[in-house]
């Protein structure tokens, strides 16, 4: 471990000169302050998470008290405060080193879709949510996977839960119809048969080692 006189921080990498200002290093030394600073950094950056957490939930908060105590006919506490949610969750959720961009990719849809469901809701539940939203969303999430397999071409397997869980949410919207929910079923029969035919495509492509992931994950 190495020491900069100038800076007065110990060099953890191996080299002669000091990153930050070039200068030659000294073997040895005591200091508290390191290069590069990996604990400062991360509890920078948790600092930065718990205010950004503090500030979502005053406002949170503030939304609520104005809209209850100026009683107005819709409820517009709820959208904003849903939207002020949405923006702290994915802001977690997409910061958080343990989680996986699958699951990223999946609990940022989600999350999107229940807010607008929400919106849809309060403003009177006209059904665009369902009727173009979620099949929209399936349609996109079918796009991303696609792109994502051809992209990590050697890890392509590992995708095929994902489309198997897409055909399941596809056929939350088919389900809609029967009940008389979706009344634009066109978009959304569309959308579940993209998930059916990404999955039957994978399969026939795939061969033999489709069939193996397939008998991994559901041990058949």
Same mark, same amino acid.
């Given at each position: 471990?190495?020491? !900069?006189?100038?800076?007065? %921080?110990?060099?953890?990498?191996?080299?002669?000169?000091?990153?930050? !200002?070039?200068?030659?290093?000294?073997?040895?030394?005591?200091?508290?302050?390191?290069?590069?600073?990996?604990?400062?950094?991360?509890?920078?950056?948790?600092?930065?998470?718990?205010?950004?957490?503090?500030?979502?939930?005053?406002?949170?908060?503030?939304?609520?008290?104005?809209? $209850?105590?100026?009683?107005?006919?819709?409820?517009?506490?709820?959208?904003?405060?849903?939207? +002020?949610?949405?923006?702290?969750?994915?802001?977690? %959720?997409?910061?958080?080193?343990?989680?996986?961009?699958?699951?990223?990719?999946?609990?940022?849809?989600?999350?999107?879709?229940?807010?607008?469901?929400?919106?849809? +809701? %309060?403003?009177?539940?006209?059904?665009?949510?369902?009727?173009?939203?979620?099949?929209?969303? %399936?349609?996109?999430?079918?796009?991303?996977?696609?792109?994502?397999?051809?992209?990590?071409?050697?890890?392509?397997?590992?995708?095929?839960?994902?489309?198997?869980?897409?055909?399941?949410?596809?056929? +939350?919207?088919?389900?809609?119809? $029967?009940?008389? +929910?979706?009344?634009?079923?066109?978009?959304?029969?569309?959308?579940?048969?993209?998930?059916?035919?990404?999955?039957?495509?994978?399969?026939?492509?795939?061969?033999?080692?489709?069939?193996?992931?397939?008998?991994?994950?559901?041990?058949?």
């Amino acid at each position: 471990m190495s020491r !900069c006189h100038h800076c007065q %921080i110990e060099i953890i990498d191996r080299t002669e000169t000091c990153p930050l !200002c070039q200068g030659v290093l000294e073997i040895g030394g005591e200091t508290d302050r390191f290069y590069p600073d990996i604990p400062g950094q991360q509890k920078r950056f948790l600092l930065i998470r718990r205010i950004f957490t503090f500030v979502s939930l005053v406002a949170i908060s503030l939304c609520l008290f104005i809209d $209850y105590h100026t009683e107005q006919r819709m409820n517009w506490s709820f959208i904003a405060s849903g939207g +002020i949610f949405l923006a702290l969750t994915l802001f977690w %959720i997409l910061t958080n080193p343990n989680t996986g961009y699958r699951s990223r990719i999946i609990f940022s849809f989600c999350l999107v879709f229940a807010y607008l469901l929400l919106i849809d +809701i %309060i403003t009177g539940f006209s059904g665009w949510s369902v009727n173009f939203v979620l099949p929209g969303a %399936i349609f996109l999430i079918n796009l991303v996977l696609l792109f994502l397999m051809i992209y990590n071409r050697r890890s392509w397997q590992s995708y095929m839960i994902l489309q198997i869980g897409c055909i399941w949410v596809g056929a +939350i919207p088919i389900a809609l119809i $029967y009940a008389g +929910i979706v009344r634009y079923p066109v978009l959304s029969e569309l959308a579940f048969g993209s998930s059916v035919f990404l999955f039957i495509g994978t399969l026939i492509f795939g061969g033999q080692a489709a069939k193996m992931e397939l008998q991994r994950r559901f041990y058949i």
